[in-house]
């Protein structure tokens, strides 16, 4: 499979491409910036995977992601924020997100899930992952989450949520629906404003989401979600030495 990086430091990069050469078999080049990764795009007939730096001088993962899914119908993304990994709040099992320092496991697991799917298949995420993403990268405008025939959208402004909508509620209640839907596609837009309804701070409205649901959840014996974990917890040991812990020096 044809897997396509975009990342603006060039040493972050290497070693990333590096990890993919050396333990994957799937092709791999690396550019530097949107510009160069849309001119990539329409030089190659196809492209699978796209790891991509969520935000840089020159790059935009979100709207990369999004002008390149229209060029490669199925390609699958995965996203590297800027923040650091001990900033999230919660632990999303099979993440597509992954800040520094990278967990180079996690991420050839990410990948080679990615290239497992089926032509075609829908670029599915973690509204949980969307979610803090977008609020821990401070990220303002709408997101839109389409789950099968669900629709509903939330709004940001400097990282915090401000309010949400969905097809029967709105607010605080539209939030902790949306929040359920596990796992979806999303469209991002950091043109457009919302009312401000919600003023919670991100993280306790998504763990009382998280509790909510798996409460919920119970029942069926099915939990729906990963517990939140504190953020001074200790990250596991890596299987694989050099690229445990991508970063820049």
């Known amino acids: 499979m044809q897997l396509l990086i975009v990342?603006?430091?060039?040493?972050?990069?290497?070693?990333?491409?590096?990890?993919?050469?050396?333990?994957?078999?799937?092709?791999?080049?690396?550019?530097?910036?949107?510009?160069?990764?849309?001119?990539?795009?329409?030089?190659h007939a196809r492209c699978g995977i796209l790891l991509a730096q969520l935000e840089g001088p020159a790059v935009d993962g979100l709207t990369l992601g999004g002008s390149l899914g229209e060029i490669f119908p199925g390609l699958q993304t995965l996203f590297l924020p800027a923040y650091p990994a001990v900033e999230r709040r919660l632990e999303i099992t099979k993440t597509k997100v992954f800040p520094e320092p990278i967990d180079g496991e996690r991420l050839l697991e990410a990948i080679e899930e990615a290239a497992a799917a089926r032509p075609g298949a829908p670029d599915f995420f973690h509204v949980m992952d969307v979610l803090q993403m977008c609020c821990l990268s401070g990220r303002s405008g709408a997101v839109q989450i389409v789950k099968q025939i669900q629709s509903g959208i939330i709004y940001l402004r400097d990282g915090r949520i401000v309010h949400a909508d969905s097809a029967a509620v709105r607010g605080t209640e539209a939030l902790l629906d949306i929040s359920g839907w596990g796992l979806v596609e999303f469209a991002y837009d950091s043109s457009v404003r919302g009312p401000e309804t919600i003023s919670k701070p991100w993280d306790e409205a998504l763990i009382q989401a998280v509790v909510r649901h798996n409460e919920e959840s119970r029942e069926d014996g099915e939990q729906k979600f990963e517990e939140p974990r504190a953020t001074d917890a200790v990250p596991p040991p890596k299987k694989r030495g050099f690229f445990g812990a991508l970063r820049r020096s």
Request: proline share 0%; charged share 30%; hydrophobic share 30%.
């Open 7 to 43: 990342h603006d430091d060039a040493e972050v990069g290497g070693q990333l491409m590096g990890m993919v050469q050396d333990y994957t078999e799937h092709d791999c080049d690396l550019v530097e910036s949107d510009e160069a990764g849309l001119r990539w795009g329409r030089q």
